[in-house]
DNA sequence: TTTACGCATTGATATTTATCAATCATATCA
DNA sequence: TGATATGATTGATAAATATCAATGCGTAAA
């Protein structure tokens, strides 16, 4: 176990994610060694949609938004991902493409795993199947929630339920300080950046948050939840 | 093998979904045992969003619609599954809840499976766990095209949509023969059901689609297939 | 400093979509 | 047979949302 320790150099990396809990440490080393870590810049693309899935990744650092390039330039972002997690995407163990494009939003480090050797693995530890399975249908739970958010309110809720969800999923502030650009704030909720605009002013106006910049903070949590829930 | 299939009544249940051929026949007949086959009639709950996931349930015979009920009564319905089909949902080996609920639109059999065999089954066989994360990816994968069908194309598209995912995946007629209420095509498109009768009756004054009750002929597939790729 | 660029903002307008209310058709039931 | 329910249809209208065009603003490069 000590060994364990200290022969990994990777501190956040694997140690830190549940799924990964499963493993002999034979297994742990084996995709240790597979294992090469890599910074990106703001803006960066980390996997993209359409290429070959090569690779799971762990953020370990920074910020990425991980969503689909959908038609005529619009995205829909999925989720804003922190470390310590895994990213990949349901290419995984069908046609092992990417169906989603990831970005670095922040300064990054991510952990490149090769797939074959997790393939492998999931092939030999029944626990680490089991995990995945459960840590998959997760998502998809998330998934569903996001189908009503998204085809159900207007947009009022959805801009509520998008700050919450950052201040909540992604920030995670005592302070309720959120940062993120108006573009990206439409891709979360599938709107026009204009539109997206438009209601945060009104929230502004109604001293609910107050906007400077890419910074929101968020001043009556309660009004939002309201706001989200009434659609 | 021969014993195999005498030991079990049920011809069209487990043996034609791939997703059992990683059994052994000792497994098999475990579920097989654990399994109980139950008629609906149209307009039957099968199982409800909310309720614990006892079961999960393979459609033999009919027509089954998959949907979440969302805010002030609508549903976004996720999905049709004709026979043979595995239904069940997200809540496996998360919360054991269903997220979705399902009712027979047509005469339905279904054949119920404990959901705490199906849980062992995954423990002690690698390879149908193996399966199970294919079969689940490929269901996310769906979800994302649906994502950007329903949040970036504009009615027109997500008619011509809807029509051909009901021709391709679940009439499957060669005379482009498909049945559907109004409701229900608004539920599977997210818009109301005015609207989806409307977008018909376009379609049906451009001789692309006739329609006859809930029968509804599509005459010119490229057509559809060009409105639902421009949105 | 100037220029250029990427974003944010705003107003005007057009388009899309939902809602409401009424009517019609059809099937079922007592 | 009428009574009643369910779903389909239509038109009028309101509400939601996108688009387009212009402007401002701050930062990074020349």
Redesign the interface.
């Known amino acids: 176990m000590d060994e364990k320790k200290t022969s990994k150099h990777c501190g956040a990396c694997l140690t830190k994610l549940p799924i990964f809990t499963s493993l002999t440490d034979e297994q742990f080393e084996l995709i240790n060694e597979a294992r090469c870590r890599v910074k990106f810049r703001p803006g960066e693309v980390i996997f993209k949609q359409g290429t070959a899935m090569t690779h799971i990744v762990i953020v370990n650092e920074g910020l990425v938004k991980i969503y689909?390039e959908?038609?005529?330039n619009?995205n829909?972002i999925?989720r804003l991902a922190r470390p310590v997690t895994i990213i990949g995407?349901?290419?995984?163990?069908?046609?092992f493409k990417n169906?989603?494009t990831a970005v670095a939003l922040e300064e990054t480090s991510a952990c490149f795993i090769d797939i074959n050797t997790l393939t492998n693995l999931?092939?030999?530890?029944?626990?680490f199947?089991?995990d995945?399975?459960?840590w998959?249908?997760?998502?998809?739970?998330e998934?569903?929630i996001?189908?009503?958010e998204?085809?159900?309110?207007g947009m009022h809720g959805r801009i509520a339920g998008a700050l919450l969800y950052l201040h909540e999923s992604v920030f995670m502030n005592s302070n309720n300080k959120i940062t993120i650009k108006r573009q990206d704030l439409a891709d979360l909720t599938?709107m026009s950046k204009e539109s997206s605009i438009r209601i945060l002013k009104e929230l502004k106006d109604e001293n609910i948050i107050s906007v400077d910049g890419n910074t929101i903070i968020l001043h009556k949590l309660e009004n939002l939840t309201q706001i989200s829930l009434r659609?």
């Open positions: 689909i959908g038609i005529s619009r829909l999925i995407g349901p290419g995984f163990l069908t046609d169906h989603l999931i092939k030999v530890n029944k626990d199947a089991f995945l399975l459960k998959i249908n997760e998502h998809v739970v998934n569903y996001k189908f009503v998204l085809t159900q309110k599938a659609g």
